[in-house]
């Protein structure tokens, strides 16, 4: 049976959960990590010394203070603070090319020997496509939504058409096509991926209904989002927010509750959700794994 889809306000400034539009949300102080709060507004970290000649306030480091959110209602924990269009663009434009990584590595030295992980396909991704492949039969034609360049598309090579469609505006690599909003909506496909998407971006189910406008009652769509550490480790812990004091290019961690709320609260009927064991290349991670289908009424 298909519900009723929740309404989000999509402020500025979150007052509600992001998954479930609960108002019952616990916040603690927390920042946002200087490579993103550059990257977004120029903004720099900066130390307060005598010099300043302020009466009122402390020396010390002063970084981009936000809150985090920790939802009562389905147990999502978000960072307060909802990007816009432009700042997303401005964050994810050229996405781990020279420049987005020549920055990164300045704030976070270490990260160009990492990046190397992401030159290729990821390991993992044969372990989805198994996945995959023992529930749904193969498609004819993918829509990977926020696939980069299309690197990491399940089954890439096994369908017979494969597109992608992403803000980062990277060229598409060999055997996939990007397209635009206007052009997903000529086409019907059997099969719509939507993979380490939702983490980035400040309204789920948004995005989820914008989704859901590509899909026929026969399509089939498989999200992904990474399962992090401290979710699993704290199933049910009303003290979340607490244990998340900065946050980075992932602004929503999910529990499994929340993935539900979202899912269904989107209008999509809930098929199969379970946590992934993946190897990233240089570390192991969990991702859950979610297939869904359009709600009937």
Known sequence: MKQKAEQFSEERVAQECICCASKVLNRTSAIIMPFIAKRIWGYDSVEITPAWGLRDIKP????????SMHCGNCGALFLDIRFTDHELARLY??????SYTALRELYEPGYVEKNKFFSGRAPYIKDIEEFLLQRISVPNKILDWGGDTGINTPLLGTAKEVHVFDISGMRAIEGVRAVSRDEIK???????????????IPYPQKLLRDIISAMSDSTILYLEVPYEEVMREFVGSPDLAQRKRHWHEHINFFSLESIRKLVEGAGLELIEIIPNEISLGWRTAVVTSILCRKAQA
């Open 60 to 67: 010390g480091f002063a970084y981009c203070l936000c809150n």
């Open 93 to 98: 434009e050229g996405y781990r090319d020279d």
């Open 186 to 200: 000529e086409n019907g496909y059997d099969l719509i991926i939507c993979s380490q998407v939702l983490e980035h």
